[in-house]
């Protein structure tokens, strides 16, 4: 059963939060000397809707269905990405609204994939809002509103339930707004220890805020066209790399290490394990193969290649190097961390650690099923058995995954990309990765795609940042009959 007043209510007040953050760039706007016109024309606009649907739907009741549930979130992302290109538009900047739908969904998806040429161009207040997309986006728009006001008395657990990514959810506590609060407090935590430690590094203030945001958020915008390169310095990237890996482990995990001390959860917990793994194992094979194929020393080589690889795997999408200038196997290496992703509870994208170490998992298990047909062999992760309805789940989610990846392979190479610019878009579009490959590597502009195509990536943005089913569920016949 759906209720539209109750969500035409809640996008509403969800508009007024938007307002909110759109607000913060105002003091930055001032403090540089910039017009304030456009984002307070912006405000205004969302607050003035906001306040029609909520005077509109005052008489709606508390009652929020699981429907319900995945409706709001879906269309609060859409809507947030509508509102969000009002600044771009309205200040000149970015003047065509198919470019600033890309911009900004891609910025609260956390994709990081940009249409710009010269980012330092633009007034310090957007760049200031673009970097604050990610920030919201990266935990979640809906989980944002939870954290701080309880959804004034909605159901909060339809809502977390149809946001909320990977396939095991941790409660920190029986209440959904309490864990969302203690998780919220970790990220914020991060984003100051990220900004002070970039500053220290020789960031400016500004510089350093944005990058936080982008980097705890894994998103990847930054406030210069070479990203990250542009500073050039080595300490600064390692810094980075470390805020970077921490972006993709599992905020949920995180606060049982700093606030309740449970170091032993960090490494008992097979998800992590696997993280670190991959992370050491692929630096491993790239910094043989720059040694072996480039002139550079071991440092330089080490400092790029772990730059990278955590990078991509997070799905943060900053760049100190333009790896598609590697040799083929090093970038195909690196292709194959966009797929895996970091942790699940984290704020990164595509298919995340915990599918692939259950999948493994899975598929050694049917070969001892072979040696031994009537042994009972079940799948544990972190000492726990994985029930067999998440093992389904997870089959299910990466038989999806790998649908979308080459439905979007084939619609982009309909409309003339090659097979390599074909397949970059695609899988950096699911996996909110940000460079891809080909003309869309990390150091190219995505501002040539057919605009066709800028549609179509953001909605693969979409579908991977909410993890497929709470959009696609919503094109079945099943999820429309009342019953």
């Not at 500073?231 to 805020?243: A, D, G, H, Q, R």
């Not at 997070?314 to 690196?334: C, H």
């Amino acid at each position: 059963m759906f209720h539209p007043k109750v969500i035409f209510r809640i996008v509403g007040v969800l508009l007024f939060f938007e307002a909110m953050f759109l607000l913060c760039s105002v003091p930055v706007a001032m403090y540089y000397s910039e017009p304030v016109e456009a984002i307070l024309w912006s405000v205004a606009t969302m607050v003035g809707i906001g306040t029609i649907l909520t005077y509109i739907c005052r008489s709606a009741g508390r009652d929020v269905s699981r429907k319900d549930g995945y409706i709001i979130v879906t269309l609060i992302w859409i809507i947030f990405s509508l509102f969000g290109t009002l600044p771009y538009m309205l200040s000149g900047c970015i003047t065509n609204f198919t470019d600033a739908f890309f911009e900004t969904m891609s910025g609260f998806t956390t994709t990081g994939a940009s249409i710009l040429f010269d980012i330092e161009s633009l007034p310090k207040s957007l760049l200031f809002w673009r970097s604050m997309t990610h920030w919201i986006g990266g935990l979640g728009i809906v989980f944002f509103m939870v954290a701080v006001f309880p959804i004034f008395g909605f159901g909060d657990m339809h809502l977390f339930a149809a946001e909320s990514v990977g396939p095991m959810k941790t409660k920190l506590h029986p209440r959904i707004s309490v864990t969302a609060r203690w998780i919220l407090t970790v990220y914020i935590g991060l984003t100051v220890m990220a900004t002070v430690a970039y500053f220290i590094c020789g960031m400016g203030w500004f510089d350093a805020i944005c990058h936080s945001m982008s980097t705890v958020s894994t998103g990847g915008f930054s406030t210069k066209q070479d990203s990250i390169l542009a500073f050039n310095s080595p300490l600064i990237e390692y810094v980075v790399t470390l805020f970077m890996f921490l972006g993709g482990v599992s905020l949920s995990l995180q606060y049982l290490l700093l606030f309740k001390g449970r170091l032993h959860e960090l490494f008992r917990d097979t998800e992590f394990r696997t993280y670190l793994g991959i992370v050491l194992g692929f630096t491993a094979m790239i910094t043989v193969g720059l040694l072996l194929t480039s002139d550079t020393g071991f440092e330089e080589s080490f400092r790029a290649s772990i730059f990278q690889v955590v990078s991509l795997q997070t799905t943060t999408g900053f760049v100190t190097a333009n790896y598609v200038m590697w040799m083929p196997l090093l970038w195909l290496l690196l292709c194959a961390l966009m797929f895996f992703g970091a942790c699940s509870g984290s704020t990164s994208g595509a298919m995340k650690c915990v599918r692939v170490a259950t999948l493994f998992k899975v598929m050694w298990n049917e070969f001892k099923r072979i040696v031994h047909p009537n042994a009972v062999i079940p799948v544990r992760m972190a000492g726990k058995i994985v029930p067999t309805g998440v093992q389904s789940a997870i089959l299910a989610y990466t038989v999806i995954y790998i649908f979308v990846l080459i439905v979007g392979l084939f619609v982009n190479m309909g409309f003339g990309l090659d097979f390599l610019d074909a397949f970059g878009l695609s899988v950096t579009s699911v996996g909110n990765v940000g460079p891809g490959l080909g003309h869309y590597g990390p150091m190219d502009s995505f501002a040539s795609l057919p605009s066709p195509l800028k549609w179509f990536s953001a909605f693969q943005m979409l579908v991977g940042r909410l993890e497929f089913f709470a959009v696609l569920l919503l094109f079945t016949p099943i999820f429309w009959k009342r019953r």
